[in-house]
């Protein structure tokens, strides 16, 4: 059984900066981010697969978000740079232990309880 925790997020300004941590316990093949909005669709941010470290990004943000992780301490981290207001939603990591469709929400069975970011203009 995996277990995630989510930490980082905040209030920050347009064009500010926050990193976002999921420490992860148990068995995973890949780690992505998701957020939704009041009134939104809960839509794909970002992901990493553990062996191998590749990434995958939703458009709004690549070039802006990197995500990475830290096999020793069993963390990804989600490093968010020139924020917009756009980008303010609940932040959630999960974790997917079989192969799909990486920006699919329906293969992560494991997830955070979400972390705050809002983003003021």
């Known amino acids: 059984q995996v277990q995630l925790v989510e930490s980082g997020g905040g209030l920050v300004q347009a064009g500010g900066s926050l990193r976002l941590s999921c420490a992860a316990s148990?068995?995973?093949?890949?780690v992505g981010w998701f957020r939704q909005a009041p009134g939104k669709e809960r839509e794909f941010v970002a992901a990493?697969?553990?062996?191998?470290?590749?990434?995958y990004y939703a458009d709004s943000v690549k070039g802006r978000f990197t995500i990475s992780r830290d096999n020793a301490k069993n963390t990804a981290y989600l490093q968010m740079n020139s924020l917009k207001p756009e980008d303010t939603a609940v932040y959630y990591c999960?974790?997917?232990?079989?192969?799909?469709?990486?920006?699919?929400?329906?293969?992560?069975?494991?997830w955070g309880q979400g972390t705050q970011v809002t983003v003021s203009s």
């Open positions: 999960a974790a997917s232990t079989r192969v799909g469709n990486t920006r699919s929400d329906t293969i992560y069975d494991y």
């Open positions: 148990g068995r995973t093949f890949r």
């Open positions: 990493i697969r553990w062996s191998g470290g590749s990434t």
